[in-house]
């Protein structure tokens, strides 16, 4: 009977271990090589368990990206000099003490997997009005493994922005550029439109809805502060 339940065990670590090797390889390929390795192997997250693992394992990879730039942010700190006209750095790992752990670690994670979630949602409700087949989770695996090149490039930016800033702003432009790219070539992949038209008018009315969501979140987050600000 031990020997069964060791059995068990080991074919689930197996598994749980093959599945991160396959949404590693997944995302890199994604990166690479985005519209031929999503017209490929995005078949293989049309179901709630695989999507639901990427967009899990995508979403705490991104919070350690978004960590570890504010980690760096916090121990070398940038000031410019307005006597002397030359930026100074220092070195300080106390300000590590200062960061919300919890907001950058669980909240962080909680974040990133509604905003994923939240834009398939809104282009398979709208793909759905539009009288056009298109698989949630497949959608959600998109939103998901699009954004990666812009996450994993903030990181490098963050680094980057020590030694010449403009460069840093220019990569995350370009991978930000190029997400929206992998994003929409790979939605055409999925809501297939026999007119083009219908493609522009199909991400414009997404891409508004999105803009205008995060303009009224953001908008409610900045009055929220203000007014806590003001109690103090």
Do not use: Q
């Amino acid at each position: 009977m031990s020997n069964e339940v060791k059995s068990v065990e080991k074919n689930s670590s197996f598994d749980f271990k093959a599945t991160i090797m396959s949404c590693i390889t997944f995302i890199i390929a994604v990166v690479l090589k985005p519209i031929t390795a999503l017209k490929s192997k995005i078949k293989e997250y049309s179901d709630f368990k695989s999507a639901g693992i990427l967009v899990l394992f995508v979403a705490v990879a991104e919070m350690i990206i978004d960590l570890l730039r504010e980690m760096i942010s916090a121990i070398f700190v940038k000031k410019f000099d307005y006597f002397s006209g030359d930026t100074k750095f220092s070195v300080s790992f106390e300000n590590l003490k200062e960061l919300n752990y919890f907001d950058l670690i669980v909240k962080n994670v909680f974040w990133i997997i509604v905003v994923i979630v939240a834009i398939a949602g809104i282009y398979y409700i709208v793909s759905m009005i539009m009288k056009k087949n298109a698989n949630f989770f497949r959608l959600a695996t998109i939103s998901a493994v699009s954004f990666v090149p812009v996450y994993a490039v903030s990181l490098i930016g963050t680094i980057v922005a020590y030694i010449y800033a403009p460069l840093a702003s220019f990569l995350l432009f370009a991978s930000f550029i190029y997400s929206i790219f992998t994003f929409v070539s790979a939605v055409n992949e999925e809501v297939k439109f026999e007119e083009a038209d219908y493609k522009i008018y199909f991400h414009t009315i997404c891409m508004t809805i999105i803009f205008v969501a995060a303009f009224y979140i953001l908008t409610n987050m900045m009055s929220s502060a203000i007014g806590l600000n003001g109690l103090f």
